[in-house]
Structures are given as C-alpha cells and as structure tokens.
C-alpha cells in the first residue's frame, strides 16, 4: 500500500529525474488535490510502418490504495486502437491476457487501457526496500505494455 | 560531400493525438460554432532523438492561449480553419491559405517579432471539416516554407568529426540554459562556445562568421536538414545581407540518449551556401501529403472513440470479453449478443428478465404487456419511475424507452397487447381486433429466438406455449407464487443426435421429450398448496422473488444458447437423494455447467429443487394433437378455444381423467 501523500512524493521525484532526463514524463491534472494529478508520457513508435503513439498515464487507485499504469495507443490522425489491436501490437496474441482490462482514468474520467491493480499491493510489499517504491513497480511492469523505463531511474531506488 | 549538391529537407508530418479531436469537437460545438475565421493553436515538436521522422503533435492543449511547456518540446504556433460544410472545405483556396500563412512568418521577420520570438519562424496551419454527425473529420495540414529559397550543400557530418567530448558537454550544458523560447534559433559563438538568443544577429552583423547558425531539430536523418531550416535562412537573408552568397556554418541540434547520458553526439554540422538572389518569396509550399502519397486531405472517423453511445457499447461488450478471456475461453458471446428476445409481460418479471438480459449483452429486446404502468409498481418493477406512473406510460412502451435509456445501444421496443386466452370467449365485435392480435404476437415469436413467459396469469400463457412449440422457438417459463418460484424451459420438439450418457443415481430426459408449463403442473396436481410455485394464488408475492427468477430465467436461458445442443439439450433428474453430479459424470452439460429442465424454489427455507418431467401426451398446450390442430386449422382452432377451453380437454382426452376441478385452466380467476 502507498497512500496519496506517498504516491505524490515519489511522483515528483520521478518527474524530477525525467526532466533531468529529458524523458518527457510530466505531471498533468491539479497537483494540490487527493488524486487529482498523475504521470504522463507519450512515446511515438513505429508498427508496421506506421506511426503510433502511445500515451502512458501514471495515477492512483484509491480504492486498492496503489499506483496503476494506464495507456491508451493512438494513430497519427487521432483514432484510437481498439483492444484487440493493442494486443496485436504489443504482441500478446494467443496468450491469455489477465491483468489488461478497461477502466476509467480516475482524473480523466475516460476509458484507459489500464493494468488491473488486483496485484498490485503485493508487488508493492516486494518493493518495500525501494526508496522510491513507484520507479521499481513501473519499470517492472511497464516492459509487458511497451513502456521501458531508462537504467538511469535506478538511481533513485 | 560534392559542391554542386542541395541540402535536402525533410518535412514535418501531422501527429494528432485523440484529446485534440474531443477539444476541436467541443468548441466547434460550444464555442466556434459557425465561425470560420481561425483559430489560433499551438503545436509540438521534440528535439530529442527518435527512430521517427519528425512531426509536429497537437493535443487538447494545442487549444489553450499559452502552448504547453513541456521539456524537449519546442512549441509552434499555428492557425486551425475549420470550414462549416464539406463544400468549403473542398472550395477552400488552399495555396492562398499556406501563402497567407507565409506571408504572416514573412512580415514577423521584417517587423522584427522573429528576433524577440525565434519560434514564429515555424508556424503550421490546419484545413478541417468536422461532419459531427458521422464524427468524421476531414483534416489537411501545411507547414509553410518559401518555395525557391535553396542551399548549396558543402559539408554535411556529425559534429563529433568537429568536436572532442568535451567540447560537446560543454556545448550541450550552454544549450540546456537556453530558454525553451529561445531554442528554435540562436548563435553559438565558434571558439567559446557561448550561445546568444536569436536577436544578436542584428549587433553582430560584421562578426557574423564567428558563429554557428544554430538551431533545434526536429529531424534525425543524417543526411538531411529537418524543414525548419528553410524559414531560417530566409531570416538570415533578410537580416545579413553580408551572408548573401557566402558559406554559412550551421548546427543541427540533435538531442539523444547515449549509454545513459544526454549527448549531442548525433547533432550535425552543415557548411552551405546561401543564394545571391534575395526578395520577399513570392510562392509558400508544404502541404502534407495524406496516407496514399498524394496531395490531399485526410480522413478519420472517430465514431468509436467520441461517440458516447459507441464508448457504453463497447465498455459493456468488453466487459463481457473480460468473462471470456479470464475464465470461459469457449464462450460464445456473439451468439449471445445476436439473440433476439420476446418478453411476453413487462411487470416485476418483465423487468429483471430484461435487465439480466442487457447484462449479458443481449441487444435485442421485444416487450409485450396490455396495461399501464400503476402507482404500486416503480418500487417493485426496476425499469419503471414514479413519473411514468403519473404519465400513465403503457408498460411494455415504458420499459423499451427506459431501457435505452439505461443503455442506449439496446435495440428495444414495446408492444401493447392483450394475448387472447382459452376461456375468454371473442364476440363478433372483437373478432377483426382478436385476429389481428393473434397475427401480431405469432409475428413477434417467429421474429424471435428466445420466448420468455412472464405474465402473471395462467391461461394467458397457454397461446404463446403452442406458437413458440410450433415455430421452434426456445420457450422459457417463470412462474410466481408468494414466496415460490418456478423457472423452467419448454421441450422442444424434432429429432435430435444420440446423447445416453445416463449417470448413475439420475434419469436423463432429452430435450425433445421435456414438457411443457402445462404438462408439468397437471402432471403435478399432488403438491400441497404451501408448494404451489405458480399464480395460481394471485400476484402478491415476497418482493425478492421476481428478481431471483427473473435472474434464474435468464441464467437458464444463457446455459442453452450455449450447449451444443441447445434447446435440445438433455436434462438429469435425481432418482436417488445421495446422487451428485460431480466432474467426471458424463453429462451433457455446457461450459456454464448443467442444463436442468425447471427449477422450484421455497423462500420459506431458502430451498431450490431442479425436477425434471416427460412432456405429457394429453397435454392441452404442447400435445401432438394440439399442435396438428393448430397446423391445420389455424385461427378457426384457436377461435374455438378461446371461446370455449372445454375444446381443449375433449380433444386431448383429458375430460374423462378429471376429477379436480379447481386443478384445471377453465377456473382460473381472469383478474390478475
């Protein structure tokens, strides 16, 4: 468990060390309320010759009292990939998908592809000697949706 | 690198990300409206190294009046307009609009604005048409740039051929103190490397050569310039007449990642000469060409993703897709989705029924009822409000509209309609209606694929019986008493495949030798009258009741649709009490488990039996003779029922077997 106050802290340490960085994470929403910012990051790629960009939000689930990743992929003309194409493009195909569902960003208000925080509280105990509890969940977790998270960030674990 | 060769440039390209559209189709709607003049917006491009070729991003907040600052973004003020139709879109000057959009950058460089904001060098501007109805949106964008102004390449390499590491840390540590306003353009001294905003050129005039040219690029092609350069050297141009035809050195700065450290390793320098021949260009190019190479517009629908109806709809279907990949793989649920359903009663069953129905994803809902929606109603029939009461909303219209408004992508309708009963004799007057009605309901059950009976009157069920038998429907049945229920599925009718798996302790009855509502409860006279599941008693019943079976129905109803054999489907009665189903039994069952043929509930002791019976030979709704009648004569058959049910057991044989007369439909109460 992390509760808001934590979660905020290690946000902006985070956003600290991307600006450092130059890696494009920033702090979006009203910073001064309970959940009312979060994390994000856009990162172009190429499929199949396309481009796509893929947007990746940080934010806080109150209820499971943990961070959740949620992204959603869009084209260059603004349309959105539906789920099964996310999971073509993040190469899932066949494999039985347990932890990818839909939910509604908690700021936004709008449907995210997000990563069920069901087990998220676990790996948060596993993570309990990181100093900055948020960087170890991410850049494990971020790789299964594309989002690799520089070694750099290791320095504040 | 030969003399005689022109700097190529390559151009930027459009990245719209999807907030841009939900922000455009807000203020077309709520703002701009009919407005058609411009709007100013912001747009992004990022110096810092991908494996892309460069484009320029907008988003929601290309809209605000002060363009996001974001780290490694450089911002780019461009105008949107947003034509009204489809034809002024077409219409649309579009070298006049990309010339006016030129000539902005051009008078920003002789009023001198470029040298205070080196960003209004780059500008872009947007061509779109918006049909909000289909949520198509038409889009074309041009990133202006003079189209005669050329560069004679004389050296194009990595600046480390240049510099050694140190040199270009120190280069990157001044760069990274510039402003982020003052990044697009500025001057790097040769020696020392210091950096000067933009606006130096006008003091330097004569030292000029001490300096790189400097700029941001967006591109990280090697070979090629990224197109920012071209509004650059007409700034040049304009503002050193001592450049004119003479070698300039310039800098592309490129930021990357190199073994974890922000490097310039990948910025170039280029050496190129700028032409002699000087003067306010007088043709602007840089429309983008659309996903088939050509010049033209773009299109993209966006239905899915804007469209509030298309969002509900797909959240719930993949809500439903979420049952399928976690924990039933061989689910079917288009067959599910695809399922029309006929709901004949639209009271406290009615509702729950189609409820559960729309949580399965069932899109395709018919309800029937004949009365109003009743003061006593709205706190026990979940789709009907206390302002359909005072409306006095007909009951099966009130559920179909509040139903779509619960979700919008249910197809629903309702239908008012007195179902014709045995026993209810038709006078000459109300012969044409009771004809009509007829046709009307047969209609709706061969429409169908899924009958549910949910009235609260026994005979009104016995028409519907024989139609959904007769058309080959699945027929399901749920049945009130006070604290009982009955829930059950009619035996279809028809030769099947061989299914004999019988299991130890249970009688196996195929789906084509179930029986019927009416088989079942004269075959059942004996249960005491505490038991009596049915409404037979009448219609007050414990709150709870109707949403149990109404929730159980529809369970049921599920579990056929996805046998493999469907209505046809086997069911297993316990012979023995210490008999259980357990995994290994080879019973017909289907992925959500066993098919029983009914199920009886007691709330008195929380209690719920799974009986299964033989369809009756006499039976007055479902038996051979019954069903030859009806293919035989028709409406003439059914007149004669409804005018007398005796009809009924004469013709079944039953009249000579009965003994208890309240157990027969004829004494049933017409009240409901």
Same mark, same amino acid.
């Given at each position: 468990? @992390?509760?808001?106050?934590?979660?905020?802290?290690?946000?902006?340490?985070?956003?600290? @060390?991307?600006?450092?960085?130059?890696?494009?994470?920033?702090?979006?929403?009203?910073?001064?309320t309970?959940?009312?910012?979060?994390?994000?990051?856009?990162?172009?790629?190429?499929?199949?010759?396309? @481009?796509?960009?893929?947007?990746?939000?940080?934010?806080?689930?109150?209820?499971?009292?943990?961070?959740?990743?949620?992204?959603?992929?869009?084209?260059?003309?603004?349309?959105?990939?539906? @789920?099964?194409?996310?999971?073509?493009?993040?190469?899932?195909?066949?494999?039985?998908?347990?932890?990818?569902?839909?939910?509604?960003?908690?700021?936004?208000?709008?449907?995210?592809?997000?990563?069920?925080?069901?087990?998220?509280?676990?790996?948060?105990?596993?993570?309990?000697?990181?100093?900055?509890?948020?960087?170890?969940?991410?850049?494990?977790?971020?790789?299964?949706?594309?989002?690799?998270?520089?070694?750099?960030?290791?320095?504040?674990? | 690198?030969?003399?005689?060769?022109l700097?190529?440039?390559?151009?930027?390209?459009?990245?719209?990300?999807?907030? $841009?559209?939900?922000?455009? !189709?807000?203020?077309?709607? *709520?703002? *701009?409206?009919?407005?058609?003049?411009?709007?100013?917006?912001?747009?992004?491009?990022?110096?810092?190294?991908?494996?892309?070729?460069?484009?320029?991003?907008?988003?929601?907040?290309?809209?605000?009046?002060?363009?996001?600052?974001?780290?490694?973004?450089?911002?780019?003020?461009?105008?949107?307009?947003?034509?009204?139709?489809?034809e002024?879109?077409?219409?649309?000057?579009?070298?006049?609009?990309?010339?006016?959009?030129?000539?902005?950058?051009?008078?920003?460089?002789?009023?001198?604005?470029?040298?205070?904001?080196?960003?209004?060098?780059?500008?872009?501007?947007?061509?779109?048409?918006?049909?909000?109805?289909?949520?198509?949106?038409?889009?074309?964008? =041009?990133?202006?740039?003079?189209?005669?102004?050329?560069?004679?390449?004389?050296v194009?390499?990595?600046?480390?051929?240049?510099?050694?590491?140190?040199?270009?840390?120190?280069?990157?540590?001044?760069?990274?103190?510039?402003?982020?306003?003052?990044k697009?353009?500025?001057l790097?001294?040769?020696?020392?490397?210091?950096?000067?905003?933009?606006e130096a050129?006008?003091?330097l005039?004569?030292?000029?050569?001490?300096?790189?040219m400097?700029?941001?690029?967006?591109?990280? *092609?090697?070979?090629?310039?990224g197109?920012?350069?071209?509004?650059?050297?007409?700034?040049?141009?304009?503002?050193?007449?001592?450049?004119?035809?003479?070698?300039?050195?310039?800098?592309?700065?490129?930021?990357?990642?190199?073994?974890?450290?922000?490097?310039? /390793? +990948?910025?170039?320098?280029?050496?190129?000469?700028?032409?002699?021949?000087?003067?306010?260009?007088?043709?602007?190019?840089?429309?983008?060409?659309? %996903?088939?190479?050509?010049?033209?517009?773009?299109?993209?629908?966006?239905?899915?993703?804007?469209?509030?109806?298309?969002?509900?709809?797909?959240?719930?279907? /993949?809500?439903?897709?979420?049952?399928?990949w976690?924990?039933?793989?061989?689910?079917?649920?288009e +067959?599910?989705?695809?399922? +029309?359903?006929?709901?004949?009663?639209?009271?406290?069953l =009615?509702?729950?029924?189609?409820?559960?129905?729309?949580?399965?994803?069932?899109?395709?809902?018919?309800?029937? *009822?004949?009365?109003?929606?009743?003061?006593?109603?709205?706190?026990?029939?979940?789709?009907?409000?206390?302002?359909?009461?005072?409306?006095?909303?007909?009951?099966?219209?009130?559920?179909?509209?509040?139903?779509?408004?619960?979700?919008?992508?249910?197809?629903?309708?309702?239908?008012?309609?007195?179902?014709?009963?045995?026993?209810?004799?038709?006078?000459?007057?109300? /012969?044409?209606?009771?004809?009509?009605?007829?046709?009307?309901?047969?209609?709706?059950?061969?429409?169908?694929?899924?009958? $549910?009976?949910?009235?609260?009157?026994?005979?009104?069920?016995?028409l519907? !019986?024989?139609?959904?038998?007769?058309?080959?429907?699945?027929?399901?049945?749920?049945?009130?008493?006070?604290?009982?229920?009955?829930?059950?599925?009619?035996?279809?009718?028809?030769?099947?495949?061989?299914?004999?798996?019988?299991?130890?302790?249970? +009688?196996?009855?195929? &789906?084509?030798?179930?029986?019927c509502? $009416?088989?079942?409860d004269?075959?059942?006279?004996?249960?005491?009258?505490?038991?009596?599941?049915?409404?037979?008693?009448?219609?007050?019943?414990?709150p709870?009741?109707?949403?149990?079976?109404?929730?159980?129905?529809?369970?049921?109803a599920?579990?056929?649709?996805?046998?493999?054999?469907?209505?046809?489907?086997?069911?297993?009665?316990?012979?023995?009490?210490?008999?259980?189903?357990?995994?290994?039994?080879?019973?017909?069952?289907?992925?959500?488990?066993?098919?029983p043929?009914?199920?009886?509930?007691?709330?008195?002791?929380?209690?719920?039996?799974?009986?299964a019976?033989?369809k009756?030979?006499?039976?007055?709704?479902?038996?051979?003779?019954?069903?030859?009648?009806?293919?035989?004569?028709?409406?003439? $058959?059914?007149?004669?029922?409804?005018?007398?049910?005796?009809?009924? %057991?004469?013709?079944? &044989?039953?009249?000579?077997?009965?003994?208890?007369?309240?157990?027969?439909?004829?004494?049933?109460?017409?009240?409901?």
């Amino acid at each position: 468990m @992390l509760d808001w106050e934590e979660f905020s802290k290690h946000l902006s340490q985070m956003k600290s @060390l991307s600006d450092e960085l130059l890696d494009g994470w920033a702090i979006l929403g009203k910073t001064g309320t309970e959940n009312g910012a979060y994390l994000a990051k856009k990162v172009p790629r190429l499929f199949e010759e396309a @481009l796509l960009l893929f947007e990746y939000n940080v934010v806080y689930d109150l209820s499971y009292g943990v961070p959740k990743l949620c992204f959603n992929v869009f084209r260059t003309d603004g349309s959105m990939l539906q @789920l099964n194409e996310c999971i073509h493009v993040l190469g899932f195909d066949g494999e039985p998908v347990l932890v990818l569902t839909q939910m509604d960003h908690p700021v936004l208000q709008r449907p995210f592809f997000t990563l069920h925080p069901c087990k998220t509280s676990e790996f948060m105990d596993f993570c309990s000697n990181s100093k900055n509890p948020l960087v170890s969940w991410l850049s494990a977790i971020g790789p299964t949706v594309g989002l690799n998270l520089a070694n750099e960030y290791s320095q504040c674990t | 690198m030969e003399q005689s060769q022109l700097l190529q440039f390559v151009p930027f390209s459009s990245c719209i990300n999807h907030s $841009f559209w939900n922000k455009y !189709t807000e203020i077309k709607l *709520d703002v *701009d409206k009919l407005e058609e003049k411009g709007r100013s917006i912001w747009g992004y491009y990022s110096y810092i190294e991908s494996q892309l070729s460069p484009f320029i991003e907008v988003d929601s907040t290309s809209f605000n009046i002060k363009g996001a600052d974001l780290k490694g973004q450089l911002a780019v003020a461009g105008k949107l307009f947003n034509k009204n139709t489809i034809e002024n879109f077409k219409d649309c000057d579009k070298m006049g609009l990309i010339k006016a959009s030129g000539d902005e950058i051009w008078e920003n460089i002789i009023n001198g604005k470029c040298l205070k904001s080196p960003g209004l060098l780059n500008s872009f501007v947007v061509l779109s048409f918006a049909d909000l109805k289909k949520y198509n949106y038409y889009y074309w964008f =041009g990133f202006p740039a003079p189209s005669n102004v050329n560069l004679k390449l004389n050296v194009i390499e990595d600046i480390s051929g240049k510099f050694n590491n140190d040199q270009m840390d120190q280069l990157y540590v001044n760069y990274s103190n510039l402003c982020e306003d003052q990044k697009h353009f500025f001057l790097v001294h040769k020696e020392h490397f210091e950096m000067k905003h933009l606006e130096a050129v006008v003091d330097l005039k004569d030292t000029l050569d001490q300096y790189y040219m400097a700029f941001s690029d967006a591109c990280f *092609d090697p070979k090629y310039s990224g197109w920012v350069l071209k509004n650059f050297m007409l700034f040049l141009m304009y503002y050193c007449d001592k450049l004119r035809g003479k070698q300039v050195d310039f800098l592309s700065f490129r930021v990357s990642r190199e073994n974890g450290k922000i490097s310039l /390793l +990948k910025s170039l320098l280029i050496r190129a000469s700028l032409p002699e021949e000087f003067g306010k260009p007088e043709a602007w190019i840089g429309w983008e060409r659309n %996903e088939r190479g050509k010049m033209g517009p773009r299109m993209v629908n966006l239905k899915s993703s804007i469209d509030p109806q298309c969002l509900a709809e797909t959240a719930v279907d /993949l809500n439903l897709k979420l049952m399928k990949w976690r924990l039933l793989p061989d689910i079917d649920l288009e +067959k599910i989705k695809n399922a +029309k359903c006929l709901l004949l009663g639209s009271g406290t069953l =009615g509702c729950s029924v189609a409820r559960v129905l729309l949580g399965w994803g069932v899109r395709q809902i018919k309800f029937v *009822d004949n009365s109003t929606v009743s003061y006593s109603n709205p706190v026990r029939q979940s789709l009907f409000t206390y302002e359909d009461c005072v409306a006095g909303k007909p009951k099966a219209q009130a559920a179909a509209d509040n139903l779509k408004k619960i979700f919008p992508g249910v197809e629903s309708e309702g239908y008012n309609l007195t179902i014709p009963m045995p026993g209810h004799p038709v006078g000459e007057s109300t /012969l044409e209606h009771t004809k009509e009605t007829v046709d009307k309901l047969r209609d709706l059950i061969v429409e169908s694929d899924v009958v $549910f009976l949910l009235m609260d009157s026994r005979e009104s069920r016995w028409l519907p !019986t024989l139609l959904g038998l007769v058309y080959g429907k699945l027929v399901l049945n749920a049945a009130l008493g006070f604290d009982t229920y009955l829930v059950m599925r009619h035996g279809v009718r028809g030769e099947t495949q061989n299914c004999s798996n019988n299991v130890k302790g249970f +009688k196996m009855i195929k &789906g084509n030798n179930l029986g019927c509502y $009416f088989c079942n409860d004269i075959t059942a006279p004996g249960n005491s009258l505490k038991d009596r599941s049915l409404d037979q008693q009448c219609t007050v019943t414990r709150p709870g009741i109707s949403q149990i079976a109404g929730a159980l129905v529809v369970e049921l109803a599920i579990s056929i649709l996805q046998h493999k054999l469907g209505g046809f489907a086997p069911a297993y009665y316990k012979m023995q009490k210490s008999a259980e189903i357990c995994e290994d039994s080879a019973v017909e069952d289907c992925i959500l488990g066993v098919l029983p043929h009914s199920l009886r509930g007691f709330l008195s002791t929380f209690t719920q039996v799974l009986p299964a019976t033989e369809k009756y030979n006499q039976c007055i709704a479902c038996s051979d003779s019954i069903v030859e009648a009806y293919r035989t004569k028709g409406f003439e $058959f059914l007149l004669n029922v409804f005018n007398s049910s005796q009809v009924l %057991e004469d013709m079944t &044989g039953l009249t000579e077997m009965y003994t208890l007369k309240d157990n027969t439909i004829m004494d049933m109460s017409d009240s409901e």
